[in-house]
């Protein structure tokens, strides 16, 4: 199977920046996908980002020029740097990533725990 497990979130003021950091560990074989996403309360989870297995990245147009998904295809981690935080990044992100573990022929998809992100004065 496949762990992910997410660290960086936390408390910041609106304008602020934060970097949020996902590792993905197990008897991994191969990650496609890896990426962010996130659910405010009393909405639906929706995707952050994405970053593929030939680094072609897919944002939400909310984000776009304020947020960069990067990826370490050796550690097997991917980070979401996110810049001019609004109140309305409030959410919990979570890290998710599309993988075969060793002995699998198919791809599942895996999601982390999850960590709060507030932006608030």
């Known amino acids: 199977q496949v762990q992910l497990v997410e660290s960086g979130g936390g408390l910041v003021q609106p304008g602020g920046s934060l970097r949020l950091s996902c590792a993905a560990s197990?008897?991994?074989?191969?990650?496609?996908?890896m990426g962010w996403y996130r659910q405010a309360p009393g909405k639906e989870r929706e995707l952050v980002a994405l970053i593929t297995g030939g680094g072609a990245t897919i944002y939400a147009d909310s984000v776009k020029g304020r947020f960069a998904i990067s990826r370490d295809y050796a550690k097997n981690t991917a980070d979401l740097r996110m810049n001019s935080l609004k109140p309305d990044d409030t959410a919990v992100y979570y890290c998710?990533?599309?993988?075969?573990?060793?002995?699998?022929?198919?791809?599942?998809?895996?999601w982390g725990q999850g960590t709060q992100v507030t932006v608030s004065s």
């Open positions: 197990g008897n991994i074989a191969s990650i496609n996908t």
């Open positions: 998710n990533c599309r993988a075969a573990y060793s002995g699998s022929t198919s791809y599942g998809i895996y």
